[in-house]
């Protein structure tokens, strides 16, 4: 008999939210001690400077504001474990609007205070069953604010290798639901039950095709930190570069994740 289906993770919308907002609030406190000299900066992602990079962490709240003003979707046909492999259909769009977004913002706070009050504002008012035509299909309101915990702390990374001695804060509940959603999200690319995934504290997943593990210690283990396994599913870190700077462990013959990271697409 085939191993019963997971029930997807539920998570709690007045918790999410509260993330995203300490999340977005850790970045704007650190904006506001930026020199502009530090906003020209390159960063990581191609040809995006600092500057442009803060335009779009913005845009990680204003994106459901834009979403809200579209027709509601008659049902839903997405799942949230979607959306991590159908974001990368937006990627030009997104670039040119974070330029765009830069250089009309020139007062940068001033700017993410008003999308953190557009976007509290909104989830004041609507209700989270709310559906939302997302890349990854009509998703609820409430699942899709839990896919802004990545993009703020993928951002928020982005943001401290870019500016050195910047070192914003990490949420702890919006690094657990980044580290949960891309965990989960594994399990979706991968599934199995051969090799145990961990990144303690927040998840712990059975993934890859194989012999299923039932009791003792597994044969295939994978372990890492939080913000290496982010880094990994978003591309920011090789797994032989994980591997050689030791923020990883693997242990079996099927404990080899290389062939499956990064996860956004």
């Known amino acids: 008999m085939p191993p019963a289906r997971k029930r ?10 509260a993330a995203v907002l300490a999340q977005f609030g850790n ?40 979403l809200l003003d579209e027709p509601e979707p008659a049902r839903q046909d997405g799942r949230l474990l979607d959306w991590p492999f159908a974001i990368g259909a ?30 509290t504002e909104r989830l004041d008012t609507r209700p989270g069953a709310r559906l939302l035509p997302t ?33 914003i804060p990490y949420d702890r509940q919006a690094l657990a639901a980044a580290t949960r959603l891309l965990a989960d999200a594994l399990a979706v690319k991968a599934p199995g039950g051969s090799t145990e995934v961990r ?11 194989g012999p299923r593990h039932t009791r003792g210690t597994p044969p295939n283990v994978v372990e890492t930190d939080p913000l290496t396994w982010v880094r990994l599913a978003t591309g920011r870190l090789t797994w032989e ?6 923020k990883v462990s693997a242990s079996g013959e099927r404990a080899d994740l290389g062939a499956l990271l990064p996860l956004l697409s």
Request: charged share 25%.
């Open 8 to 17: 997807p993770r539920a998570y709690d919308p007045a918790r999410t939210r």
């Open 27 to 66: 970045v704007r406190a650190a904006v506001r001690t930026l020199a502009p000299e530090q906003l020209a900066l390159p960063t990581r992602l191609g040809d995006w400077t600092v500057r442009e990079l803060v335009a779009h962490v913005g845009m990680a709240l204003t994106a459901v504001d834009r």
């Open 90 to 119: 937006d990627a030009d769009a997104i670039a040119g609007t974070a330029r765009r977004l830069s250089a009309e913002h020139p007062g940068l706070d001033a700017h993410l205070a008003e999308v953190e009050r557009r976007f």
């Open 135 to 167: 890349s990854a299909g009509a998703l609820p309101l409430a699942d899709y604010v839990v896919t802004r915990t990545v993009e703020l702390v993928v951002h928020t990374d982005d943001l401290n290798a870019a500016v050195p001695g910047l070192d």
């Open 199 to 209: 990144v303690p504290p927040y998840a712990v997943v059975q993934c890859v095709e």
């Open 241 to 246: 570069d994980a591997l050689d700077g030791a």
